[in-house]
């Protein structure tokens, strides 16, 4: 019996990065750490369940998880003229926050525009997590709420007690 793996469109990267908020840019590219490159469910799978939860990320500490040509950086040329979808977890939150992780993660690899995302972002922050889906081409407005609505009613689905906010930041106010 074979087995069929069934690949992605696009092959994605997990990044890593234990950064604290002292870091100048040119520094933080070399505390990116590249751990491992997927294009098949089965090792997506695998990955997600050898890393450790978002949760158990040292504090100002990331996974980075982009297209396999794209780095998780503002300066990359294919998100200089994007942005990134927002959604704020306090840490005493109610939810399962590392299973909104996968699940944001999951949607992410399989969005059906993938030409629009271009990787996704959690961060551990003092009082809170942070997920961000990180996009191309910001000025593409309709794709671009899609996106963000399509996001937010996956979570909902899954999490009957999903309430927060889920909102869009475009990098150009960071470059």
């Given at each position: 019996?074979?087995?069929?793996?069934?690949?992605?469109?696009?092959?994605?990267?997990?990044?890593?990065?234990?950064?604290?908020?002292?870091?100048?840019?040119?520094?933080?590219?070399q505390?990116?750490?590249?751990?491992?490159?997927?294009?098949?469910?089965?090792?997506?799978?695998?990955?997600?369940?050898?890393?450790?939860?978002?949760?158990?990320?040292?504090?100002?500490?990331?996974?980075?998880?982009?297209?396999?040509?794209?780095?998780?950086?503002?300066?990359?040329?294919?998100?200089?003229?994007?942005?990134?979808?927002?959604?704020?977890?306090?840490?005493?939150?109610?939810?399962?926050i590392?299973?909104?992780?996968?699940?944001?993660?999951?949607?992410?690899?399989?969005?059906?525009?993938?030409?629009?995302?271009?990787?996704?972002?959690?961060s551990?922050?003092?009082?809170?997590?942070?997920?961000?889906?990180?996009?191309?081409?910001?000025?593409?407005?309709?794709?671009?709420?899609?996106?963000?609505?399509?996001?937010?009613?996956?979570?909902?689905?899954?999490?009957?007690?999903?309430?927060?906010?889920?909102?869009?930041?475009?990098?150009?106010?960071?470059?």
């Amino acid at each position: 019996m074979s087995s069929h793996k069934y690949h992605y469109q696009n092959p994605w990267t997990l990044w890593y990065d234990s950064s604290s908020n002292n870091v100048i840019s040119y520094e933080w590219n070399q505390l990116l750490i590249r751990i491992s490159t997927f294009d098949n469910l089965e090792d997506f799978l695998f990955l997600l369940t050898n890393i450790a939860y978002l949760t158990d990320l040292p504090l100002g500490s990331s996974y980075h998880v982009f297209k396999n040509n794209i780095e998780p950086s503002w300066e990359d040329e294919s998100n200089k003229n994007g942005g990134k979808w927002i959604l704020l977890l306090p840490k005493n939150s109610c939810c399962n926050i590392n299973k909104i992780w996968e699940k944001s993660l999951s949607f992410t690899v399989f969005y059906e525009n993938c030409n629009l995302i271009n990787g996704i972002v959690g961060s551990v922050k003092k009082n809170h997590l942070r997920i961000s889906i990180w996009t191309s081409k910001s000025e593409a407005k309709n794709d671009q709420i899609n996106l963000g609505k399509n996001w937010y009613f996956f979570l909902k689905n899954y999490f009957d007690d999903f309430h927060f906010k889920i909102e869009y930041s475009p990098h150009k106010s960071f470059n």
